[in-house]
């Protein structure tokens, strides 16, 4: 019967591809409603570089607290991990217990850890793309949201891969017959300039031209000029001197490194030019300081 099922599922109208159900995803209560990610998609290669990323980036935070991380979904649903990362990246210590063992204090446990990730990230808990519910049955989808999510506000020293997507299987039982559809999942988004490269290139280089034409008539001021956006900025130092001049004040010489030498120095400049930005009440920008590509200037 559950095969019959499911075969009724796949050749439903509301089914633009062929693809299989586990027994258990057949299941359902009637106008029951389940997701799952479709097996395909998890062998996409940018897929599969964003989990490796972030699960490098999960154990570097953690390698003092003796964790090891190895599957996001296993290791990461009953929220001791989550507890543990995320009171690395925010300094505080959260009031939950260490261990749990029953799915109830589990679920106690991840309640209390993304509330307190929701108000971090100033995110309304009805907004998020994550739950308790979601995370505790292990939906790499919410997961991958969340600690995207994370990553970006925390400034991981990491760069995701853009435009990552996965396609995600929605079931859902009516009549008694199972009916099913396919979505796009967006985990990561298209950087704007990326989609600029790629289908508008003549437009870019209007909108390059028209950013010197603004920075040049700043800092011509004090006798400075620019040619390529690419480069020149790169190292921070005109993007301080042009937060002082749009602000109308001088940045003292000690707050920045006005001939910056290596890589760290550079780095330097760049977030201390996104602290000013910040003091001068710009949200905080979301390229990272240490990115080596143009479209974060």
């Keep these: 019967e559950l095969q019959e099922e499911g075969m009724n599922a796949i050749n439903l109208p509301l089914s633009p591809t062929q693809y299989e159900l586990h027994p258990e995803d057949t299941m359902l209560e009637e106008n029951e409603v389940r997701t799952m990610v479709d097996p395909n998609s998890r ?98 989808v919410a997961i991958l949201h969340l600690l995207v999510a994370l990553s970006q506000h925390f400034r991981a020293p990491i760069r995701l891969p853009d435009h990552v997507s996965i396609q995600v299987v929605v079931v859902q039982k009516r009549e008694g017959i199972l009916q099913s559809r396919q979505i796009q999942e967006e985990i990561t988004e298209r950087d704007a300039f990326d989609t600029l490269f790629d289908h508008a290139p003549d437009k870019l280089s209007v909108v390059k031209k028209t950013l010197i034409t603004f920075v ?50 550079k780095v330097h400049n760049v977030s201390f030019a996104f602290e000013l930005m910040q003091d001068g009440g710009l949200e905080r920008p979301k390229p990272r300081p240490e990115g080596k590509y143009s479209p974060a200037i």
């Design 43 to 140: 062998k996409d290669s940018k897929l599969q570089e964003l989990i490796k990323v972030l699960i490098d980036w999960i154990n570097d935070v953690l390698v003092g607290e003796r964790i090891i991380v190895k599957d996001l979904a296993e290791d990461l649903y009953d929220g001791q991990v989550l507890q543990k990362l995320f009171e690395k990246l925010e300094g505080e210590k959260l009031n939950v217990a260490e261990v749990t063992q029953s799915e109830i204090a589990q679920k106690q446990k991840l309640q209390t850890v993304l509330e307190r990730i929701n108000d971090a990230l100033k995110v309304p808990t009805r907004n998020t793309k994550w739950n308790v519910d979601s995370v505790h049955a292990k939906s790499i």
């Design 216 to 265: 040049n008539k700043h800092l011509n001021k004090l006798n400075l000029e620019v040619a390529e956006l690419d480069t020149q900025f790169a190292d921070g130092v005109y993007l301080v001197l042009l937060m002082g001049l749009l602000e109308g004040y001088f940045v003292p010489l000690y707050g920045f490194f006005l001939t910056p030498e290596n890589f760290e120095q």
